[in-house]
């Protein structure tokens, strides 16, 4: 019975160790966000939602954000999202 009890407590904290391995959590520095609200670009109209950690699709255009080649941005329906330009996955919405 010991051992039934001990391998699932070691099953648990597997499987609970890959669940806080898959959501990461970007911190942004400031600047990049100060510089993204700054900024005039064009609202693009898009018809899905956009949720952090998706990607957008291609035909969204994702400004660079100089001297922060890690990050970009994009107005999505008059929200400024910040995307990883590589990717083009949702990094933050901003509010």
Known sequence: MKKIILASFVASLAF???ALAQTTTVVVPGEVKTYVLQQTSPSVTYDG???VG???PDTVEVYPIPQQPTYGYVVVNQQR???DPQTRRVIEVLQ
């Open 16 to 18: 609970s160790g890959v």
């Open 49 to 51: 939602t956009v949720v």
């Open 81 to 83: 999202v910040l995307v």
């Open 54 to 56: 998706e990607p957008l």
